[in-house]
């Protein structure tokens, strides 16, 4: 199964919820007790179980670019486009 995590760029988040509801694992939500310097409820990634699998919905559905996605490649299939 794929593995990854994304980084949400806070201070640019307008807190549209968009990714909170694209996300298929339900891992994204709105902070609780803060704002961003624009005035904003950021969202932030809430995944202890690390069920993230940087599927990416997220960051092409966030409409001020504020996802970062990251994806982990097994050793393996790293090696096998290598060789």
Do not use: F, W
Not at 6 to 32: D, F
Not at 42 to 63: E, H, Q, R, S
Not at 66 to 76: E, H, K, S
């Amino acid at each position: 199964m794929a593995t990854g995590t994304i980084v949400i760029n806070e201070a640019r988040c307008k807190g549209c919820t968009l990714c909170t509801t694209a996300c298929p694992k339900g891992i994204i939500q709105m902070a609780s007790g803060h704002v961003n310097e624009k005035g904003y409820t950021p969202a932030v990634l809430v995944d202890p179980d690390n069920a993230c699998t940087g599927c990416a919905i997220c960051a092409v559905i966030c409409p001020d670019v504020c996802i970062t996605v990251y994806r982990d490649v097994p050793a393996g299939k790293l090696q096998a486009v290598m060789a």
